[in-house]
């Protein structure tokens, strides 16, 4: 089952948080080799895995009533991928794929051919007021020199330091059955509430910190296999024997990330009205049905002349929050 672990170095400046994604990430693929565009190719699996697993970790790490939407638009084969993750670290993933994807493509060789591609990091409020626009921070795919990055980690770290100006180590890693990461974070040092009232930490101590450094240094010598095959209390004592760590709770069984899909035929109807009357009635003059798949779970939507009729109707209400479907 899947697992969330938060942890903190005690009297030191430093938190941590390991999550082991099985469940709730098989079910993701699961879903997506059973629907029409079938199976993910390995390399772009992995990146999603990746992105989940650090999805989760970075929606517990803020405690923001909203969604956490981590998307990456890459300029290869890799077009959109989209990981959503509830407060309560529900969530759904899923990536469009245009093209051959090669075994062994790299990072940059799916998403950042010609260092264009962009990590979009999106936190849109609960209950949002009229006219209030979610935040939204968006990072490139290269590093300070330019040079294409080649490991997903690397991109929100530095996201982090831009943002949130945060010294972030993360070790991502996935495979067909689990999808895994480990945060270790400087603590701003006016403290855990720092981040979630938007105030920035005190800049001079960025890079700075003796004990995080430490810290960070041992966590990045995590292997990815490591991550994958070992259990949690066994990465922690094989990482931090000489540390001593304040473990809270572990977030597993029904208060675990799970998966879980938004979609409902509401939104989907919304959808299909922005579509207007004319497009929509142009394809029912060919097929019997307007068919629609949700790209996060595979569930299938279809609208006849009457449904559609029904869409179009002047008074019909609209219905909010229908963006990220597509
Ligand atoms: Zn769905």
Redesign the pocket.
């Known amino acids: 089952m899947s697992e969330l672990h938060k942890f903190l170095f005690d009297g030191l400046p430093v938190r941590g948080m390991v999550v082991r994604l099985t469940d709730a990430w098989t079910q993701i693929l699961q879903r997506r080799a059973s629907s029409g565009t079938g199976a993910y190719p390995e390399p772009v699996r992995n990146l999603l895995g990746e992105m989940s697993a650090a999805a989760v970790l970075m929606q517990s790490n803020i405690k923001f009533n909203g969604a956490l939407v981590l998307q990456i638009f890459g300029d290869g084969p890799v077009k959109l991928a989209v990981v959503e993750v509830q407060p309560d670290l529900s969530l ?1 993933a899923t990536a469009t794929v245009v093209g051959e994807v090669a075994a062994d493509a790299r990072l940059s060789q799916l998403v950042n051919l010609s260092n264009l591609g962009r990590c979009a990091i999106t936190l849109d409020p609960q209950d949002r007021f009229e006219g209030q626009q979610p935040y939204q921070g968006v990072v490139p795919l290269f590093g300070d020199q330019r040079e294409p990055l080649e490991k997903f980690s690397e991109v929100l770290q530095h996201y982090m330091l831009q943002s949130e100006q945060l010294d972030t180590t993360l070790v991502l890693a996935a495979n067909g059955e689990v999808a895994a990461g480990l945060l270790i974070q400087r603590l701003p040092s006016g403290g855990i509430n720092n981040l979630s009232a938007g105030q920035s930490a005190n800049e001079d101590e960025i890079g700075r910190n003796e004990d995080y450094k430490r810290i960070a240094l041992l966590a990045s010598t995590l292997k990815p296999e490591e991550l994958l095959t070992l259990d949690v209390d066994t990465i922690l004592h094989r990482l931090f024997w000489e540390e001593k760590l304040l473990r809270f709770e572990p977030l597993s069984g029904a208060s675990a990330p799970r998966f879980a ?4 035929r509401e939104r989907v109807s919304q959808m299909i009205r922005s579509l207007g009357v004319e497009e929509v009635e142009s394809i029912l003059t060919e097929r019997e049905d307007v068919e629609v798949g ?6 299938q939507y279809r609208f006849d002349a009457v449904d559609a009729a029904q869409i179009f109707k002047p008074d019909a209400g609209t219905v909010p929050g229908s963006s990220l ?1 597509h």
């Not at 899909?261 to 409902?264: E, G, L, T, Y």
């Open positions: 759904r899909c938004r979609c409902n949700c790209d996060f779970c595979g569930q479907l």
